[in-house]
Nanobody
Framework: QVQLVESGGGLVQAGGSLRLSCSAS???????????MGWYRQAPGKQRELVAT???????NYADSVKDRFTISRDNAKKTVYLQMNSLKPDDTAVYYC?????????WGQGTQVTVSS
């Protein structure tokens, strides 16, 4: 069973930066079988929403609210997906979840809290 583990969340002031990491268990070959990996977030009282995705071919997609501020990337050798978050705003406060889609199955991490103070 593949596990995804997020790290890098925390408390930051508005305008600051954080980098989230999502590490996958198993082999590199297992990681490469993820067709799409992404980050989602869920703020209190709101539905989980897409933040960014990256395909196995490194094509990326971003929510309009984070374009030009966030960058998703993946390092296959390290079996890790990153989310670099710059110019953070209080509205970015949420629990951030890593997601991977492999052979039609969704995998989720446990989430990491990001809090942006004004």
């Amino acid at each position: 069973q593949v596990q995804l583990v997020e790290s890098g969340g925390g408390l930051v002031q508005a305008g600051g930066s954080l980098r989230l990491s999502c590490s996958a268990s198993g082999s590199i070959f297992s990681f490469l079988r993820f067709n799409v990996m992404g980050w989602y977030r869920q703020a209190p009282g709101k539905q989980r929403e897409l933040v960014a995705t990256i395909t196995s071919g490194s094509s990326t997609n971003y929510a309009d609210s984070v374009k030009d501020r966030f960058t998703i990337s993946r390092d296959n050798a390290k079996k890790t997906v990153y989310l670099q978050m710059n110019s953070l705003k209080p509205d970015d406060t949420a629990v951030y979840y890593c997601n991977g889609i492999r052979e039609g199955q969704n995998y989720w991490g446990q989430g990491t809290q990001v809090t942006v103070s004004s």
